[in-house]
């Protein structure tokens, strides 16, 4: 049995302001209709032997991811919390101890959550291919073939060939080296890129981990141990993970074992980590323009325009990422957009949101969207989906007018509970416990004027809420 398992606990930041910390580029539909996660999650699907996937994210996340997957009809088996971020290595950890439970000894696919593959037909005959050889105990890399002296990633120097599919030997990776020596690794015809798939038995990368990395290893399992289940999630020990240390499978395993193979891929990888890589694998138009929204482009050249929520002109220029949202545009010299991840460091120094979050912000029930803001009031719109509900909670610093404008909401205020239908309102006083939910069969929208001396998210304190938020 081949198990998938997803690693989607990135950010993006390179991809600001679409990509942030509480919605980053694996949950956007950057290329086609589809987001990252689902792209990825499909990519398996029709491979031989194989099962859901196993999906590791931030908890954050766990809504997203898992009403994601079922949005493409994928139900995977279940989704692995993590408290915090400890990089690949322990995350993979997790992933393995969890299958072990379930499955006396797995292969198991090892798939960034956030990758493009345009040939999805050969990457799974390759998966097919490197089945038998994960069997026999090897741990394999899936290189990629260079197609440019690539200075953003790191690469995999083939030794000796194992087979005449093109498997051979790990003779050593290499960091992200710079241009001449890009140059150096692609002449020489032995160089792939590190693509971060992996394919393994899962007895033998925790083998491998007591041996190299004995202390991610203890705590992983004491988190998986103490973790509990919940639904379809996982929830790691928080205590016992946040103790482990940092580590890339590279640098834990991969690097150090003798088991390592590698298959070099030509698949149409990229691992989109900027917007230069965006422009790259997009459709273009005969100007070499990719535009996507409400934009107008005027004599404009090799260009990537998104607009979101407004109009977005271009005249007389070449060679520009322009980026609108609804609280952020960013435009940058197309090969200088790697630089983009300065902008996100700036703005998180300055503790400013937009580093962090969009204007609109998902929960499990819906979204909200802070049209207008000022010192003492605040103006949302939300939505609550058909059957959910916001938090039984209360305010200290801030009293809300909920209108409703489309659907029906049932509200309960105090020891009040009625309801109220489109263009009817009702008003919440400061400190008085409330919860809002949608009984009917289309979403519910209410806007919401908030109005007290302090608006921020964190004055709410909840009572009683479905989906186990604290």
Not at 107 to 129: C, M, N
Request: hydrophobic share 40%.
């Amino acid at each position: 049995m081949i198990i998938p398992v997803i690693l989607s606990g990135g950010s993006g930041t390179r991809l600001w302001p679409l990509s942030r910390e509480v919605y980053p580029k694996q949950f956007l539909p950057l290329v086609d209709e589809r987001t990252m996660l689902q792209n990825t999650a499909l990519r398996v699907v029709g491979i031989a032997d194989t099962s859901a996937p196993l999906v590791v994210c931030n908890q954050e996340h766990r809504f997203m991811v898992a009403e994601q997957l079922r949005a493409s009809g994928i139900h995977p088996p279940m989704v692995i919390l993590e408290p915090v971020g400890r990089n690949t290595a322990p995350a993979v950890a997790a992933a393995a101890l969890y299958a072990r439970q379930h499955d006396e000894d797995p292969i198991l696919l090892i798939l960034p959550a956030d990758h493009v593959i345009a040939d999805t037909e050969g990457f799974r005959a390759a998966v097919r291919q490197m089945a038998t050889h994960a069997q026999d105990g090897r741990l394999i890399t899936f290189g990629i073939v260079p197609t440019a002296p690539e200075t953003g990633y790191g690469y995999i120097k083939a030794g000796a060939a194992l087979d005449e599919a093109g498997v051979c030997a790990v003779e050593r990776f290499v960091e992200k080296p710079d241009a001449a020596t890009a140059q150096e690794y692609l002449q020489s015809g032995t160089y792939s890129w590190n693509s971060g798939m992996f394919m393994f038995r899962a007895s033998e990368f925790l083998t491998e981990l007591e041996r190299f990395a004995p202390t991610i290893l203890a705590a992983c399992r004491q988190a998986v141990a103490a973790g509990r289940a919940e639904r379809d999630f996982l929830w790691l020990d928080g205590e016992a993970f946040a103790a482990c240390p940092k580590n890339s499978i590279d640098y834990a395993v991969m690097e150090k074992t003798d088991h390592a193979v590698v298959l070099p891929l030509d698949v149409g990888w990229n691992d989109v980590g900027s917007w230069s890589a965006l422009w790259e694998v997009s459709a273009r138009d005969s100007a070499g323009n990719i535009v996507r929204g409400d934009v107008i482009v005027v004599d404009s050249h090799n260009i990537y325009v998104d607009a979101t929520t407004r109009l977005v002109a271009t005249v007389g220029v070449n060679d520009l990422v322009v980026v609108e949202t609804a609280d952020a545009v960013l435009v940058a010299s197309k090969d200088r957009v790697q630089e983009v991840k300065a902008v996100v460091d700036r703005l998180k120094t300055s503790r400013r949101p937009e580093g962090c979050s969009h204007r609109k912000v998902y929960r499990p029930w819906g979204f909200y969207d802070s049209i207008d803001l000022e010192r003492r009031f605040q103006v949302k719109r939300i939505m609550v989906k058909p059957g959910a509900s916001i938090s039984s909670q209360m305010h200290h610093h801030r009293a809300e007018h909920w209108v409703v404008v489309s659907g029906t909401a049932q509200v309960n205020r105090g020891d009040e509970s009625f309801l109220l239908t489109e263009n009817q309102s009702t008003y919440i006083p400061v400190g008085v416990p409330h919860r809002l939910t949608n009984p009917g069969k289309i979403p519910l929208e209410i806007i919401e004027v908030q109005s007290g001396s302090y608006l921020g998210e964190d004055d709410i304190v909840r009572f009683e809420d479905i989906y186990g938020r604290e």
